[in-house]
């Protein structure tokens, strides 16, 4: 996945809101690096030019708490010289954060924590690999 973005590419998702340059792709090697279950269901996709969606279901197990997740994911996709120049995944974090820790109540809090500690294990996870 990581070589398929463009040098300035962007994503952005409920967890990742705003990724630019390699960072979608570390994340991507960081995610799935670090995952002993991960696998994606490609239920949909399409592509037309320079656009292009899918649905994809990913199952896992949460590495944090050890919990099951089953994660319905929509993504747009916008392409330059045939690289991901944008990509936009959609998901309902709600279903997400109570199937990944089990948490039923304020979810701008725990959106902003999960934010936080997603940005901070990919920081660390590209400094390991840039030393």
């Known amino acids: 996945m990581a070589a398929c973005y463009a040098p300035n590419a962007h994503f952005s998702d409920p967890v990742f809101p705003d990724l630019n340059g390699d960072e979608p792709g570390q994340m991507w090697r960081m ?3 670090r995952s002993e279950d991960l696998r994606i269901e490609l239920v949909e996709h399409s592509a037309d030019g320079d ?3 899918a649905r994809w279901i990913a199952h896992y197990t949460f590495t944090q ?3 099951p ?3 319905d994911v929509r ?3 916008r392409f330059e010289n045939g690289l991901i120049a944008d990509h ?3 998901f309902d974090f709600k279903r997400w954060a109570r199937q990944a820790i089990g948490f039923m109540g304020n979810f ?3 959106r ?3 934010r936080r500690r997603a940005g901070q294990a990919l920081d660390e996870y590209t400094a390991t690999r840039n030393s």
């Open 112 to 114: 902003k924590a999960v």
């Open 88 to 90: 936009r995944d959609d």
């Open 31 to 33: 995610l799935t690096g």
């Open 65 to 67: 708490t050890g919990k």
């Open 51 to 53: 656009a292009g969606s």
């Open 75 to 77: 993504a747009t996709f």
């Open 69 to 71: 997740v089953v994660n």
């Open 108 to 110: 701008g809090f725990v």
